[in-house]
C-alpha cells in the first residue's frame, strides 16, 4: 500500500519570488516532480534556475523539511531506475516535464 504524505513544496525564482505549493506523494522525488510540473504551469511563477533552484519539502504530519537542488533531483532523474518501482516513478515523473 503507497505512504502518501501531504507536502509543501516551496521554491524561489529567478526573480527573487517564493512560491509554494502543497501536494500528495509517495516519495521526495515525486513530490519535488509534481511541484515542478504544476509550478512550470502557472503564469505566476518566474523561471526556475535549475543549477541555482532549491526546492523545499515539508511533510506535514510529522513535520519534516528537505531540500534539494534542483540539478540533483534532475540527475537522479536521468539515472536508471534501480527497481520497477523506481523506473515507473521516473517515467512518470519525466512525462511531467
Known sequence: ????QRC????LDSDGVTH???VTAESLHE???LALHTLRKNGWVGELVEGLA????????????HSV?????KRWLDRPGRSPREL???SRLRALL
Open 54 to 65: 532549491r526546492i523545499d519539502v515539508v511533510v506535514t504530519h510529522p513535520a519534516v523539511t
Open 88 to 90: 515507473a516513478l521516473k
Open 31 to 33: 513530490a519535488v516532480g
Open 1 to 4: 500500500m503507497p505512504n502518501l
Open 69 to 73: 537542488q534542483v540539478k540533483d533531483w
Open 8 to 11: 509543501r513544496v516551496a521554491c
Open 20 to 22: 509554494a505549493i502543497e
